[in-house]
C-alpha cells in the first residue's frame, strides 16, 4: 500500500491600512495553518501584503503568488477569505479562472468557499460583488462625515499653511479638529500679498524670505511656486481663499489606478464643491486681497496678448528644445541649469529660490556650452579609436539590416508565388466553364497586386547593398558627420539629449569657480548609438572645461 503525498498550499494574507493592526496578517495565517493541519496538508509558501488595499492590482506579495501558481509550486491557496484575494468584483473573478485553470483549488478559511465544491461561482461572484459594495460603502460613508464635519465648521483634513488644528471636545468626546490661525505664519502671508501687490514678483518674493531664513510651508525654502500656485486648483498663497474666510470642500478626488496602486487627483465640477464662510480664519483683509486679485488678472492679460502676437510658433509647454536642457547641474545644490534668460544658462535653485538657497549666480552663453562640450565630443570620436569603434559597431548593425532586407524579400517573394498560384486557379477556373465575371475583379486585384510585388522585387535586386559596400560609404564619410555633429544632433533633439545623457555618464556639473569661471566636470563616456554612428565604452575617461561665465570658451584640459 503505498502513501499518498501532502497536498502542497500556499497561503496568501493580506491588511489594507495602517490604521488596522499588523497582527491581522498573522491572524489570518493562522486561521489558514490551522485548517491546513487539519486537511493534512504542507505550507509549502506564504505571501502577504501589508498597508494596500484590495482594489489595487499591483501588490508585490500578490504577484509573487500569482507568478508561484504559474511555476506549479503549489496545488492549494489559502486565504481567510476572499476579501483578502481581491476586493474588486472583476479581479477576483479573473484570478479564481486563472487558477482554476492552473488547477490550483482556492479556499477560503473563515467563510467556507472551496472553488471545487458545487455552486462555488454563485458563492465567489456574490461574495465578489459584497467585497466591492463594501469598499463603495466605505467610501460613501467617509465622504458624508467629512461632509458632515466641513458643515459645522470642522476640518475635514489636511493643514493650509497659516493654521494649525486643535482638537474639538463635545461632551467629553473627541467631535474632531478645527483650524486656528497660527499668528506668526498670517504675518508671512499677509507680507507675501503685500510684496505682491505692490508689484514684487513670486520669484523675489521667494528670494526674500529665504535670504531673511523664513521657514516654508514645508520647513524648507521658499520657492516662487509655492506663492503664485495655480489660480484654478485654488493652490498656492496668492490663491487659496480660506485666507479670506472661505472653506472650499471636495475640489478634487483621488482616483488609484487599479494595475499600478497610484492615485491620480482629478477636479470635481465646481457645481459640486461645498463653500462654507468661516470669517473667524480670514487672515488676508478684503482690500489688500482685490489688490493680488486685480494684479494677477493684469498680468493674466498681458500673458494671452503675448500669446496672440506670437501666434502659434509660441512656445507652449511642449519640453525643452535645447540639446543640453536637463543634462547641466549645478554644482552647489545639485539642481539643473536652465535657460534663465533669452541666451544664457543659470542655476534653476538660485533663479527660482534666491542666492539664499544657492550662491552660485554665474551665468554663461548657451551657445558657448554647447559648443565646448561638442567640441570634446568630437575630439575623442575623431580618434583611431573611436573610428575602429565605429566600424565594428557598424559592422554588426550592418549585417543585421541586410539580414532583415533579405527576410523580407524572401516574404515578399513567398507572397509573390502565393498571388501567381491564385491567379493560375483563377483562370483554371474560367477554363473550365465558370462565368468570368464573377471573378473579373477578383483577378484584376491579383494582377495589380503581382504587378507591386514584381516591381518592389527587381528595385531590390537593382539596389540590393552588401554590409561591405555600406560599411566603405559610412568610413568614406566618417569625418563629414563629425564634423556637422551639431546639425545631425539637432534633427532629434529629445532623442539626442538621451544620447548625450548616456554618452557623458549622466549629467555634467558646472561648478563656480573663485576666480568667476565654471569648470564643467564630465564623466568618462562613450557607450551609446547615435542616429549615424555607434561608440564602445572606455573611449574617453574624463574632461575639464573652463567656461568663463558671461563671455567665451577656454578648454584647459581634454584628458587625451
Known amino acids: 500500500m503505498t502513501s499518498r503525498c501532502p497536498v502542497k498550499a500556499a497561503i496568501y494574507t493580506r491588511y489594507s491600512t495602517d490604521k488596522q493592526r499588523k497582527t491581522s496578517t498573522e491572524d489570518q495565517r493562522r486561521n489558514c495553518e490551522v485548517f491546513a493541519v487539519r486537511e493534512r496538508m504542507v ?60 488547477s490550483i483549488r482556492v479556499v477560503g478559511v473563515s467563510e467556507g468557499y472551496d472553488s471545487d465544491a458545487p ?30 464635519r466641513v458643515l459645522k465648521g470642522l476640518s475635514a483634513g489636511g493643514r493650509a499653511y497659516g493654521y494649525r488644528s486643535v482638537p474639538v471636545i463635545e461632551k467629553g468626546q473627541s467631535a474632531g479638529y478645527a483650524l486656528v490661525i497660527e499668528e506668526a505664519e498670517a504675518r508671512v502671508i499677509r507680507r507675501i500679498c503685500t510684496l505682491f501687490a505692490e508689484g514684487n514678483s513670486p520669484l523675489k518674493i521667494a528670494a526674500r524670505l529665504n535670504e531673511e531664513g523664513v521657514p516654508s510651508p514645508r520647513g524648507g525654502t521658499w520657492a516662487r511656486s509655492a506663492i503664485h500656485g495655480d489660480p484654478k486648483k485654488g493652490s498656492g498663497i496668492l490663491n487659496n481663499v480660506l485666507y479670506i474666510g472661505r472653506y472650499v470642500w471636495d475640489r ?26 468661516v470669517p473667524e480664519l480670514r487672515i488676508v483683509p478684503d482690500e489688500l486681497w482685490q489688490r493680488v486679485k486685480a494684479r494677477q488678472a493684469r498680468i493674466a492679460d498681458t500673458s494671452e496678448r503675448k500669446a496672440r502676437e506670437s501666434g502659434p510658433k509660441a512656445r507652449t509647454g511642449a519640453g525643452p528644445k535645447y540639446l543640453f536642457s536637463s543634462l547641466l547641474t549645478c554644482a552647489e545644490c545639485g539642481s539643473n541649469y536652465v535657460i534663465v534668460d533669452q541666451s ?21 552663453e548657451r551657445q558657448v556650452v554647447e559648443q565646448g562640450i561638442l567640441d570634446v565630443l568630437k575630439a575623442r570620436l575623431l580618434t583611431p579609436e573611436a573610428l575602429e569603434a565605429f566600424r565594428q559597431s557598424l559592422t554588426t548593425q550592418a549585417e543585421q539590416y541586410l ?29 473550365n466553364g465558370i462565368d468570368a465575371a464573377l471573378v473579373c475583379d477578383k483577378l484584376n486585384q491579383l494582377g495589380k497586386e503581382q504587378a507591386a510585388l514584381e516591381q518592389a522585387h527587381r528595385q531590390t535586386t537593382d539596389c540590393a547593398p552588401t554590409a561591405a559596400r555600406v560599411i566603405e560609404a559610412a568610413l568614406a564619410r566618417y569625418d563629414e558627420m563629425i564634423a556637422r555633429l551639431e546639425d545631425v544632433l539637432m534633427t532629434r533633439v529629445p532623442q539626442a539629449r538621451e544620447l548625450l545623457r548616456t554618452l557623458f555618464g549622466g549629467a555634467i556639473v558646472l561648478a563656480p569657480m573663485e576666480n568667476g569661471t565654471l569648470e564643467t566636470k564630465m564623466a568618462g563616456i562613450a557607450a551609446g548609438l547615435f542616429p549615424i554612428l555607434a561608440l564602445t565604452p572606455g573611449l574617453v575617461s574624463g574632461s575639464e572645461i573652463n567656461v568663463v561665465a558671461g563671455t567665451g570658451f577656454e578648454p584647459v584640459t581634454f584628458g587625451l
Not at 538660485?350 to 554663461?364: I, M, S, T
Open 252 to 277: 478634487a478626488h483621488w482616483v488609484t489606478n487599479p494595475m499600478t496602486g497610484k492615485r491620480t487627483r482629478k477636479p470635481n465640477d465646481e457645481s459640486s464643491w461645498l463653500i462654507v464662510d
Open 403 to 431: 539580414d532583415e532586407a533579405r527576410h523580407r524579400e524572401q516574404t515578399r517573394q513567398d507572397k509573390l508565388s502565393e498571388v501567381r498560384r491564385s491567379i493560375e486557379r483563377l483562370v483554371d477556373s474560367i477554363a
Open 119 to 148: 455552486g462555488e461561482k454563485i458563492h465567489a461572484a456574490v461574495k465578489g460583488m459584497l467585497n466591492e459594495l463594501i469598499v463603495d460603502n466605505i467610501r460613501f460613508q467617509t465622504k458624508r462625515g467629512l461632509e458632515g
Open 344 to 364: 544664457r544658462y543659470g542655476c534653476a535653485r538660485h533663479k527660482d529660490r534666491g542666492p539664499a538657497a544657492c550662491a552660485n549666480g554665474l551665468k554663461v
Open 43 to 102: 505550507i509549502a509558501q506564504c505571501f502577504s501584503d501589508e498597508e494596500i488595499s484590495g482594489t489595487v492590482r499591483a501588490r508585490p506579495g500578490y504577484s509573487a503568488m500569482l507568478e508561484a501558481a504559474e511555476a506549479g509550486e503549489f496545488e492549494v491557496l489559502l486565504v481567510d477569505d476572499l476579501s483578502r484575494l481581491a476586493r474588486d468584483a472583476t479581479e477576483q473573478s479573473l484570478t479564481l479562472k486563472r487558477l482554476k485553470f492552473l
